[in-house]
């Protein structure tokens, strides 16, 4: 596909990309803000549906373009690809995460939203492949038990998607932390893993300290079973 080829697609596709572009360049705002990246490092993205009846490969996801800081980011910089990979409209090249978000939207249908961080701590754990342990009534709502780790993958291709789908697929969390790299969230929309994102460095930061006190005491199953089962589903407005 060429930088133009977004033309070809349905008006009300047009029209959701660019509601799309919008709310992507608003919430990587959000990520210096909470104190989760530093320089150009981090992206967040979303997918845009194109046929809601149609095979998830057709659709299209918007993300930063790479290298580029923060304070640069508006939403007509944001690059629109497809599922492969491919540049279907922008002037600048995608972050070097793409094929990995793409992999996961392509591999998780439920996802409309992936978010990559370099977080202090939740980094930190990730540096260690060590899981951050369920020892938070917070860490119980929000992740429905541990917050596991993903296997080393280099950066460039789908590599780190692989990673992130093969720890996630059959997991509560939203969050995993790929090995000596740093967390990937996942969310029904951007705005989803932007707060999965948030609260795993929070927790990340949160155990860390209680274990520089003591060794942390777990939550039984049942309880994190029930306190999840709650936030989850009565918890907020609905």
Not at 33 to 59: F, I, Y
Not at 64 to 90: F, I, R
Not at 141 to 147: L, Q, Y
């Amino acid at each position: 596909m060429t930088a133009t080829a977004l033309d070809a697609y349905a008006p009300a596709v047009r029209e959701e990309v660019a509601r799309a572009r919008e709310k992507v360049s608003a919430l990587h705002a959000e990520l210096p803000r909470w104190g989760l990246v530093v320089w150009t490092a981090g992206n967040v993205s979303q997918r845009v549906v194109v046929d809601p009846a149609g095979p998830s490969e057709r659709d299209l996801l918007v993300i930063k373009p790479s290298g580029v800081t923060y304070d640069e980011l508006t939403p007509e910089s944001m690059v629109v690809c497809d599922l492969q990979a491919n540049l279907v409209e922008g002037t600048r090249a995608p972050s070097s995460d793409t094929a990995a978000h793409a992999y996961v939207y392509t591999h998780l249908p439920h996802v409309g939203g992936v978010v990559h961080t370099h977080s202090t701590y939740a980094t930190a754990w990730a540096a260690r492949a060590e899981p951050v342990p369920c020892v938070l009534t917070m860490m119980a709502d929000e992740f429905g038990g541990d917050i596991p780790v993903g296997p080393f993958a280099l950066i460039g291709d789908d590599s780190i998607g692989r990673g992130i789908v093969e720890t996630l697929r059959d997991s509560r969390s939203p969050a995993v932390l790929m090995r000596n790299h740093g967390p990937f969230t996942i969310g029904t929309d951007a705005k989803a893993a932007v707060k999965a994102a948030v609260m795993v460095e929070e927790v990340a930061r949160t155990v860390h300290i209680s274990r520089q006190l003591g060794e942390p005491l777990p939550i039984a199953q049942s309880d994190v079973d029930s306190l999840y089962a709650r936030y989850q589903n009565v918890y907020g407005q609905h």
